[in-house]
């Protein structure tokens, strides 16, 4: 089991390590989701999400791709789209992988992996994960 606090991580880096250690049958847990990091400018990120959101079909729009909101859908959805999701192996790590908001009760006292070479630098411009699914509208 490989524990990862994504704390001031940058997401894709974190969601590529992830991806790989799953895909080797090892059970993946990310907690704080929230506090992750998308390098970038915050008004593209947010473009980019709220288009994923706004999906519809003109016949029903109430229909369609629901896009999420949450941090750590957003977060899960980075890793899953990193994986081989039409064959076995891929569905099996998919299974594998666990995001989390906060710190669980369970893994407050559990050994933590050490990813500090995938922080952010502070010289960049990065929103952090829940920042941004508030500004989509997630209520947690």
Known sequence: MILINAE???IGRVASVCAKKALQNEEV????AEKGVFTGQKKDLLKKYQTRINLHTKANPKKGP???RMPDQIVRGAIIGMLPRNRKTGT???KRVKVFIGIP???EKAEI???SSFKVDETKTFIHVGELSKLL???W
Do not use: M, R
């Open 8 to 10: 001031n991580l940058i």
């Open 29 to 32: 847990i990310i907690i704080n």
């Open 66 to 68: 629901k896009g999420v």
């Open 92 to 94: 099996d790590a998919i």
């Open 105 to 107: 009760e369970q893994f």
């Open 113 to 115: 992996t050490d990813l």
């Open 137 to 139: 509208g997630a209520k």
